[in-house]
């Protein structure tokens, strides 16, 4: 087995998508805390990117880790 390169990219800690008959919306979030956000509607697309502080990567990592994410249901509106 190989060291990992400190150089790699860091894997995603997660990955969100909601998508609307009007609205797309879709998350990616690093595990050294950078994000990037798409707000997709019909008529433009809007980008951000950046990074979460530590305490926000933290409590990310842990709402993550509950069972709670798990038993989430659809809600019909």
């Known amino acids: 087995m190989h060291a990992q390169d400190s150089t790699a990219t860091p894997s995603f800690l997660m990955r ?34 950046g990074t979460l502080p530590l305490a926000e990567l933290q409590r990310v990592e ?9 038993s989430l249901t659809k809600i019909n509106r």
């Open 62 to 70: 842990h709402l993550l880790g509950t069972d709670e994410l798990m």
């Open 16 to 49: 969100l998508v909601h998508a609307r008959t009007y609205e797309n919306l879709c998350v990616l979030v690093r595990g050294d805390g950078q994000y990037h956000f798409e707000r997709e509607t019909g008529a433009k697309t809007d980008v951000y990117e």
